[in-house]
């Protein structure tokens, strides 16, 4: 017997509930390493975690997008070759580790996390975001639970030690994957152009994403990286439900061809943004009323603009990635990535966290606009999306 009735909105909200609950965790985590082990050490490891974002969006876009697009028999080879490749990734990350910090942790956490794709596509596949990030959430609580523990039970705890317990549950969802290898033929993601495509457009969104963290880090020091990724990460965790809503209508957008007809309601949408922006800004005034973290609080503020926007963004990129209009996709994500990343650069430098969240806002809507133009126009309304055939 369902406690729940099954439908776009109840999946969408359970997803987002999930998420959610990943996300506290992972402020839970944030709080205790900047109390533990300062500022500037959470500096270092949010710059990781930006660096890793830029390496996993080349590497397992192609993988990522194809699995909600193609046959069955084409998704368990492609499947295959996407753990062999992030076994690769994963090993070689474990060397550099003990070498060099930033580059080992964000080698490792990409290749965890291509694996952990890899693990949750086929209830992706399903039009299932509420399960996929139910296992989010857990994976989530196990690695904060050992590295926090860790934080308070060390004497002299180190950034190294906690973030090397934060990885282990990656070793765990490895383990979990080898079992898609035994009986396939690994076949790489597609023909090389949409691959190149499909690669090109992650990594710009990626340096449009994250790229930001490292940059403040660069010329403003890890301090101000580190209390602008705290707000920067609570306002994707927030326009995520954007994503997560989107995610429902994968199996009708592909079985319509990607037809706006079968994606979400404009005005739905519209609520979806309203409903995550003055969340965000609640934030913002709670951390301001709160105390101690000022320079957070109004960062949050400016990101509550950034957030109604990427909340509009998570959704049109489901649709024109069912769409297959990836070329699309890549040119405008690389255009705007390039005024966001010499936007931040130049605000940055003179009004540190302050004036890179304004640069996030302006970009986010312009990202806005180039997408809702090409979806609802009345050419880009109602043109045709024939689908592909399986192999491609």
Not at 88 to 115: K, Q, R, S
Not at 117 to 138: E, G, H
């Amino acid at each position: 017997m369902k406690l729940l009735p099954d439908s776009n909105i109840v999946r969408a909200g359970l997803a987002s509930f999930w998420s959610y609950g990943g996300r506290v965790f992972g402020l839970v985590w944030t709080a205790a390493m900047i109390h533990s082990l300062g500022i500037d050490q959470y500096g270092i490891y949010a710059m990781g975690f930006a660096a890793a974002a830029l390496l996993n969006a080349p590497l397992d876009n192609a993988f990522y997008i194809r699995s909600m697009r193609i046959s069955e028999e084409d998704y368990q080879r492609e499947r295959c070759a996407r753990v062999l490749f992030g076994t690769l990734v994963g090993a070689v990350g474990v060397l550099v580790y003990f070498h060099w910090y930033v580059a080992g942790f964000a080698l490792i956490v990409a290749a965890g996390e291509l694996l952990f794709n890899t693990f949750k596509s086929v209830y992706l596949r399903q039009s299932r975001p509420d399960i996929t990030m139910r296992f989010d959430a857990f994976r989530q609580l196990v690695a904060i639970g050992l590295g926090g523990s860790y934080l308070y039970l060390a004497q002299s705890p180190s950034l190294f030690v906690s973030s090397s317990l934060y990885l282990l549950p990656y070793l765990v969802i490895w383990a979990s994957t080898l079992r898609f290898v035994p009986g396939r033929g690994p076949k790489f993601p597609g023909p090389r152009r949409e691959f190149l495509l499909l690669s090109s457009e992650a990594f710009a969104a990626a340096a449009y994403a994250s790229g930001d963290v490292l940059i403040i880090g660069a010329v403003a020091g890890s301090d101000v990286a580190g209390y602008y990724s705290v707000a920067s990460v609570t306002a994707l965790a927030i326009a995520s439900i954007g994503q997560n809503y989107a995610n429902t209508f994968i199996d009708t957008l592909r079985a319509a061809g990607g037809h706006i007809d079968s994606a979400p309601p404009a005005k739905h949408i519209l609520r979806v943004a309203l409903t995550t922006s003055t969340v965000m800004a609640l934030v913002g005034v709670g951390i301001l009323v709160w105390g101690g973290a000022d320079d957070v609080g109004y960062v949050a503020l400016i990101l509550a603009l950034f957030v109604f926007a990427r909340s509009i963004t998570y959704i049109y990129t489901v649709i024109l990635s069912l769409q297959h209009r990836d070329a699309l996709r890549v040119q405008a994500t690389a255009a705007i990535a390039v005024v966001k990343v010499i936007s931040v650069f130049l605000l940055a430098y003179k009004f540190g966290g302050y004036g890179a969240a304004v640069a996030c806002v302006y970009c986010e809507f312009t990202m806005v606009f180039v997408y809702r133009h090409a979806l609802y126009d009345p050419v880009g309304r109602h043109r045709k999306f024939p689908r592909k055939k399986a192999s491609l």
